[in-house]
């Protein structure tokens, strides 16, 4: 398949972006479709580009024979990636509302504002109104990727206007921005993260981990997020006039009505499906019912449904019933953990020039470690009494 994000973004239907926002279900792939779909890639002279007008993004021949109903549905990823997007959604709401303060600091100085704070806001004014117009820009730009075939996009003179522009307009944002971390509503999330011990990746566009994730839920990290900013924003608003401080109030209220319940459905969701527990029909019905009230009330807000998002949505529960246990015990956490023990097993042979001779030791001290037969044969060793010891010396 060619990038995740493409038009047809899901490894398991024909959906499209405009089927996942708006719920629609489309038939499944199966072996015969990809090879179909992969014919009609060579046979239009395999050019990446075109695959998702010509070929539903298949751009490989299939590597392994196994049908598609038989692939594990990445539960892991879609865990991260779905708690990732709820909480930068929060985070950047969190953010609007610490660049409004600055900026009603700005006009309504009180001593205790500093030139920093000053310079921030201004700069803030500036980049925002850049932003807002660089985000529409590369909406358009996506849609017209989308629909319009490449040969009509490549002389689009309208695409180039707006590559040009948004090129423009990001030099004109200032680099000492007011990043997003930096305020005072964030910074109190951050260190709720950091008490709870959840690490974010700063290297992985602030990325989270598996495990850190189902930890979220099950202490239902939001009370906490929510508690802390409200807090924060006490102590912040003290010094701004009334009336100002009362709006601002509002919009954390707004805030509140929205991320409780989001963040709150999504964790009954995760919890429920990301075990290794066998399932009932009755349990995977009220799963499936978790799952449409998460989604619904996600969409409710116009955010566009992630490729991850649709996969939960359409996806786990068929899994689920086929199977009839949680997805820990089918997703590619196993393939994960196997890919970390290679890298361990990798480092220990780092100074071995050959690229195969590497591969091989590799190879052969994995299978030594997990196959049953060799296991079953290595003579273990014997634990000695002190007695034996001194008997073995006199002998
Ligand atoms: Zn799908």
Not at 326 to 354: K, T, W
Request: proline share 3%.
């Amino acid at each position: 398949m060619d990038k995740f994000g493409g038009r047809y973004g899901c490894l398991f239907c024909h959906a499209t972006k405009d089927h996942m926002n708006s719920g629609i279900s489309k038939e499944d792939r199966n072996m015969m479709s990809l090879r179909e779909d992969y014919k009609q890639f060579v046979a239009h002279g395999s050019h990446e580009e075109t695959s998702k007008d010509i070929s539903r993004n298949v751009v490989r021949e299939p590597m392994v024979n196994i049908d598609i109903d038989h692939v594990s549905i990445p539960c892991l990823h879609i865990s991260l990636g779905v708690f990732k997007k709820l909480y930068d959604l929060l985070e950047s709401d969190a953010h609007n509302l610490d660049r409004k303060i600055y900026k009603l600091r700005q006009s309504n100085p009180s001593e205790e504002l500093n030139n920093f704070e000053i310079t921030i806001a201004k700069k803030t004014a500036l980049n925002e109104a850049c932003r807002e117009k660089i985000n529409k820009l590369q909406i358009d730009i996506s849609n017209m990727e989308d629909n319009m075939p490449i040969s009509q996009l490549l002389k689009s003179t309208a695409l180039t206007t707006k590559l040009q522009a948004i090129r423009e307009l990001e030099k004109s944002i200032e680099k000492d921005d007011f990043k997003v971390g930096a305020g005072p509503l964030t910074a109190a999330m951050d260190n709720v993260l950091k008490k709870h011990k959840v690490d974010r990746q700063a290297y992985h566009g602030k990325a989270f981990i598996g495990n850190h994730v189902h930890k979220c839920c099950k202490i239902n990290i939001i009370s906490h997020l929510i508690a802390a900013c409200q807090s924060t924003f006490d102590e912040q608003s003290m010094d701004l006039p009334i009336g100002i401080a009362k709006d601002l109030q509002l919009e954390l209220d707004t805030m509140k009505d929205k991320y409780i319940p989001l963040f709150s459905k999504y964790s009954i969701v995760e919890q429920k499906i990301n075990h290794t527990r066998s399932l009932t029909t009755e349990e995977i019905k009220e799963i499936d019912n978790n799952i449409h009230d998460f989604v619904g009330e996600f969409r409710k807000y116009g955010h566009s449904i992630t490729p991850k998002m649709h996969m939960l949505e359409k996806h786990v529960v068929p899994t689920l019933k086929r199977w009839q246990i949680g997805l820990g015990l089918l997703s590619e956490q196993g393939g994960e953990q196997i890919h970390a023990a290679f890298n361990r097993q990798a480092r220990s042979v780092y100074g071995v020039q050959s690229e195969m001779r590497k591969m091989i030791s590799i190879m052969r001290n994995h299978l030594t470690l997990t196959s049953p037969q060799i296991n079953s044969k290595v003579v273990k060793p014997k634990k000695r009494l002190r007695k034996d010891c001194t008997n073995s010396v006199e002998e």
